[in-house]
């Protein structure tokens, strides 16, 4: 079995995307800026002139007030790499120092260096190159003045220096700190609609016909995905209403057939047969009865009213009594308080207990017992002496039109309303097991100064 696709975030996708193309639009300025500058001084310098800060580094004051030199590793890889590579290096006192052939042109104009803070020369035929550089730099204790030819030339290293710049890296992280600031927020305050189209999903349901998904605040290209859920939740609501207009239809033209078939029923002279016909019209009037209750309850709910739930089970199990001592059941209610309230729909709470009644009677078999009782609790437990319900099969007996042999008597919707009545008033309907072996069936209400009906 294949594992589902991890789902995205796209809130996260859009974040990380946004982030990396400011990174490459940062490098490709770089680039950008960077190139043109390259062009620039190579048709003007030619040399990169971040070869005299190697040679400042090497250059020192020795005892006897001269320049001496002691070569950085970076100066002897240039010296290694080029080698045509030379300098002439002079201070303001005259004192030298040099590396490499210096051409004879370089000695001639040691009086002027000392006057110049900068220059490119070109053309000079030095040691074979057609340019030298002239720079200004600073040792330990002044100025010395630096003129070389021969090393390496202007090119993409200047992008390396442009990073190591402290002002340049400084930008480029404020820029890229901005980024994943704001990209972020902005992502979360656009999605926000979507966040708040969400949650009005979550209150749709099937009992609340005519919600729809608000799309002022969704982006225009969600926009028709709202509009196309909000058509397919019409079909739907539709469709649920054709439906409860049927089954209320249905169950309006059953009741008069079954009217007249009870009143033949009580023309026939008492026996066995007579008691199994009225047992079997009593299921088709309940069936009839509980399509009317599903109607009933999903169009117009009753107010939630106090009711007694003593009150509610001892008319049930009275009303029923008749039918139970005729068909061999022995049936019996307790009760220990005199009032049990709970808030909800008193029609509605006597249809669940009465149809626990019936299905125990229907399915629990001949001669059992069946025992409804109330506690002060607000449990309503109706328990008989049958077969029982299998563990595996206590969840599934709930589901509306579900029955557990394709034989058995009944539509499947006796339990299902029961669980619908209860969850409707806060409450909890379950399923066990008794001593005896049969099933036990409990319904849980809040008292009437706890939770209100929902």
Known sequence: MTKPAKSRSLRS???????????????SFTFAATLPIINVLSRNQGLDDSVMDHIARSISRSTDGGLELHATPALQRVRDQYPNFMFYAVDANGYSVSLGTVP??????????????????????FNGSAEAIIRKRTIDDGPIWI????????????????FSNPVFVGLVLLLTSVTLISIPVLIRRTLRGVEGVAEEAEDIDVNKPGVRLSDQSVPSELQPLVHAFNTALG?????????????????????????ILQTRLDMLPPGEQRAQLELDVARLSGMANQLLDLHRMDLSPASPQLVDLVEIASEVTADIAPLAISAGTELSFSADAKRVQ??????????????LVQNAMT??????????????TGRVRVSDTGPGIKPENREEIFWPFHRLAPLQHGAGLGLSLVSDIVRRHGGDVSVSSN????????ITLPLAADTPVK
């Open 435 to 442: 001593d005896r072996g049969g099933a036990v069936f409990d």
């Open 363 to 376: 399915h629990g078999g001949l001669n059992i017992t069946i025992d409804v009782s109330v506690s002060a």
């Open 104 to 125: 004879v042109q370089v000695y001639l104009m040691t009086s002027a260096l000392t006057h110049i803070s900068s220059a490119n020369l070109s053309d000079t035929g």
């Open 342 to 355: 709970v808030r909800g729909d008193a029609g509605a709470l006597s249809r669940a207990i009465t149809n």
């Open 13 to 27: 996708v859009l974040t990380r995307g946004l982030i990396l193309i400011q990174i490459l639009v940062l490098v």
């Open 235 to 259: 079909r739907i609501d539709d469709g649920v209403e054709r439906q409860q207009r049927f089954m209320a239809d249905a169950a309006h033209e059953l009741r008069t057939p079954i009217a």
């Open 147 to 162: 003129v070389s030819t021969g090393g390496p030339q202007i090119g993409l290293g200047l992008i390396r220096v442009a």
